[in-house]
């Protein structure tokens, strides 16, 4: 039994070096990766300021019957949803 115990602290071990080892190739090949791409690659365009878009136009007047059949709905909508 103790010999089974060595044989699998032995293979943690071994697993744990080789998962970090991969991590720390890893890390240094996205460096690398990083470092070539900034040093190739075209240069991002410069994107011009962006401008202020014009507010739509509101209508001036509405019409009249327009306006109560707002205010009926604005009212039937208040009387079903109150709190």
């Given at each position: 039994?103790?010999?089974l115990m060595s ?77």
């Amino acid at each position: 039994m103790n010999e089974l115990m060595s044989q699998a602290v032995e293979l943690m071990i071994a697993g744990m070096g080789f998962v970090f080892a991969f991590l720390i190739i890893l890390v240094f090949a996205t460096l690398l990766m990083s470092k070539l791409i900034g040093r190739f690659a075209p240069p991002e365009p410069a994107t011009p300021a962006k401008t202020p878009r014009a507010k739509p136009k509101a209508l001036k007047s509405v019409d009249p019957d327009t306006a109560e059949a707002i205010k009926k709905a604005i009212a039937q909508y208040r009387a079903r949803h109150k709190k």
